[in-house]
C-alpha cells in the first residue's frame, strides 16, 4: 500500500486487500498471485469425519425415508428441499450447532484473519452441500458463474468452502477457472448479457450477486489465459477464492457424497449499520444469508416443495450453537 494511504471501502471498485507484492511464504502467495488458495489440513480427518456424520443425520431428520446406504432413498421426496441438488440453506440449517462448529473451528477463523489482516470478523450465515452421487430424478446442468455482481467492482469479498470428502477424479468438487478474478473488470467493461441458464436470477435483481456465464464467456478467459480447473481437495482443507472468480460445483459420479460447508468472513468495519443489524436479526430469527458476510444481506424465504411453502420447514435448529461471545461476534449480533 502506498504510504498514507486511504484504507479501502466497499464498493469504492477498489481491492479490498491492497496486496503490495510482499511475500508471505504460505498459501497467501498463492491467493495474491492467483485469486485462489487451498489452505491444507484447518481442520482433521476426524472432525471432517464428525462433520459428514451430522450432515447425514440432519438429512435423515426429516424423517422421510432417507438412508445413506440404500441408493434408492436418494430422491428429491425423501430428502429436505436443495438448491442445484445438494445446498441447504433453509430449515434453520445454517445455525445448526455442528454448522457454527465448523465456522468457529480455530484454524478456519485463522486463515480468514491472516488473509484479511484483522481478527474484527463478521461471518456468513452459509448452507451447507452435501451432493448424493447419481441423484436420479436430478436434472443438473453446469452453471459457471461468479457470486460477485457486475456492479461491483473490485475484490470485495473471498468465499470459502471447507471439505469434509476426499474428491477424486470421479467425485464431486469444486471446478474454478484459475485467474478470472483479475480479469472480471476488464470482462464486465462491456455490457454482458447472462446465460438464460434455468438458476440466471430475475432482472430486478441486480444486486443479486450471481452471474451466469455463457458458454462463449468461458471460452473468453480461457483464451486471456485463465484455466478451469476441478479442484481436488482432502478432507480438511479450505479453499478459498475471490468472489470474482468464475467457478462451479462438478457433480458427483463415483461413489462417494459430496460433503461440504461454505464459509466466508469479512472484517466487521465493511459492514453497513443498516447491514448489520439485519444480519442481527436474522441470526436472532435463524435465518441464513448470501455468502456475503457484510452486505448483499436479504432474507431468503421459506422452502418451497411443488411451489408451495414445505411443512417440514424449522424455525430453529435441531441443535441449537453454544452462544459464546467470539459467535456473537461474527454473527454480528455484539460489536468487538
Ligand atoms: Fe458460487
Redesign the pocket.
Known amino acids: 500500500m502506498a504510504p498514507h494511504a486511504e484504507e479501502p471501502l466497499p464498493d469504492t471498485g477498489v481491492d479490498l486487500i491492497q496486496h503490495d507484492g510482499k511475500e508471505y511464504g504460505d498459501w497467501r502467495d498463492q491467493f495474491h498471485k492467483e485469486g485462489c488458495a487451498i489452505v491444507k489440513g484447518v481442520i482433521t480427518p476426524e472432525r471432517a469425519e464428525y462433520y459428514k456424520r451430522k450432515q447425514i443425520e440432519w438429512l435423515q431428520s426429516f424423517n422421510l425415508g432417507f438412508d445413506p446406504n440404500d441408493e434408492s432413498t436418494w430422491t428429491a421426496d425423501h430428502l429436505p428441499v436443495s438448491f442445484k441438488g445438494g445446498m441447504y440453506f433453509s430449515y434453520a440449517s445454517t445455525h445448526e450447532k455442528f454448522v457454527w462448529e465448523a465456522r468457529t473451528e480455530p484454524k478456519v477463523i485463522d486463515a480468514f484473519s491472516k488473509l484479511w489482516g484483522t481478527e474484527e470478523l463478521i461471518v456468513s450465515f452459509d448452507g451447507m452441500n452435501i451432493t448424493l452421487p447419481r441423484q436420479k430424478d436430478l436434472s443438473w446442468s453446469p452453471w459457471p ?3 460477485q455482481s457486475p456492479h461491483r467492482k473490485g475484490m470485495q469479498c473471498v ?1 470459502g468452502l471447507l471439505n469434509y470428502q476426499p474428491n477424486g477424479e470421479n467425485d464431486g468438487g469444486l471446478i474454478l477457472m484459475k485467474g478470472s478474478s483479475k480479469l472480471f473488470d476488464e470482462f464486465f467493461r462491456e455490457t454482458r448479457e447472462q446465460d438464460n441458464h434455468v438458476d440466471k436470477p430475475p432482472e430486478e435483481e441486480d444486486f443479486r450477486d450471481l452471474f451466469i456465464f455463457k458458454e462463449s464467456d468461458v471460452k473468453w478467459f480461457q483464451d486471456h489465459g485463465c484455466k478451469l480447473e476441478k479442484i481436488n481437495l482432502e478432507p480438511g482443507d479450505l479453499v478459498l477464492w475471490d468472489s470474482r472468480t468464475m ?2 460445483a462438478c457433480f458427483p459420479q463415483g461413489e462417494r457424497i459430496r460433503h461440504v460447508q461454505y464459509v466466508c468472513m469479512t472484517p466487521r468495519k465493511f459492514a453497513k449499520q443498516e447491514d448489520l443489524d439485519l444480519k442481527a436479526e436474522l441470526f436472532n430469527t435463524w435465518q441464513g444469508t448470501t ?1 456475503w458476510p457484510h452486505c448483499n444481506i436479504r432474507k431468503q424465504g421459506p422452502p418451497l416443495r411443488d411451489g408451495k411453502v414445505d411443512p417440514l420447514d424449522r424455525s430453529e435448529p435441531l441443535e441449537k450453537p453454544e452462544i459464546t461471545d467470539r459467535l456473537l461476534q461474527l454473527a454480528a449480533v455484539k460489536a468487538y
Open positions: 458463474h461468479t457470486d468465499q467457478h462451479y455468502h
